[in-house]
């Protein structure tokens, strides 16, 4: 779906020697299995011998997200979100957090970050 933009960041690369991201907007209706189309902003990125292409599916309004801003800013910055989660519950082993309230969470939280003296 994104194979030109693709290219245009492989060329880019080879031609810098850097990485290369370009952003393209894509309707996708799989014929069967949806009832309208989606919306997909691809990225396409290039770094020195290897692509790194990504699809995010989403219902956002274009005008209010364009391609760059929705990937970069939105996407990207959830990614983030998501790894420090993780690296929270895994240096605090803090792996039964998965609670109903909000406090019971937190002091899930608060007692598996306590260092264990007996």
Known sequence: MAEDAL??????CERTSKPARHLKELTNRPEESWSRSR?????????VGRANPRLLMTSLDEKEWPAAQLYEGLSCARGEMESGIKEQR????ADRTCCWSRRARQTRLYLSSMPSCW
């Open 7 to 12: 290219e245009a960041a492989r060329l880019t």
């Open 39 to 47: 919306r997909v902003a691809a990225k396409a990125e290039e770094r």
């Open 90 to 93: 895994l240096d605090l082993l």
